[in-house]
Nanobody, 123 residues
Framework: QVQLVESGGGLVQAGGSLRLSCEASGGIFGVYDVAWFRQAPGKERDFVAVIRWSSTTYYTDSVKGRFTISRDNAKNTVYLQMNSLKPEDTAVYYC?????????????????WGQGTQVTVSS
């Protein structure tokens, strides 16, 4: 059974840092991409970053230079290091995997999702 479990969210002041973790089980690690999406209140769930099985990474423009996605194969875990946080980064952050085809930035292309972790950045 595939399972994605996020952790590491919390409340931080603007300019601060958080590191989110996504632990994967069920045999998908190393096979599929793992991505992070985020959803602010009243808004769509938007792409943030993805790491391919080859460790190639891609980011949405608004987080480039501030966020870093990485993976630890020994722990079946993907991380999202978030630095220089801004109030507009406030959202529930979800990790996703199981994309077989289509764009890595499109939410509907992912078959597996975690439960989400709240990130709140105060001004």
């Amino acid at each position: 059974q595939v399972q994605l479990v996020e952790s590491g969210g919390g409340l931080v002041q603007a300019g601060g840092s958080l590191r989110l973790s996504c632990e994967a089980s069920g045999g998908i690690f190393g096979v599929y991409d793992v991505a992070w999406f985020r959803q602010a209140p009243g808004k769509e769930r938007d792409f943030v970053a993805v790491i391919r099985w080859s460790s190639t990474t891609y980011y949405t423009d608004s987080v480039k230079g501030r966020f870093t996605i990485s993976r630890d194969n020994a722990k079946n875990t993907v991380y999202l290091q978030m630095n220089s946080l801004k109030p507009e980064d406030t959202a529930v952050y979800y990790c996703a995997s199981g994309r077989r085809t289509g764009s890595a930035t499109t939410r509907d292309n992912y078959g597996y999702w975690g439960q989400g972790t709240q990130v709140t950045v105060s001004s």
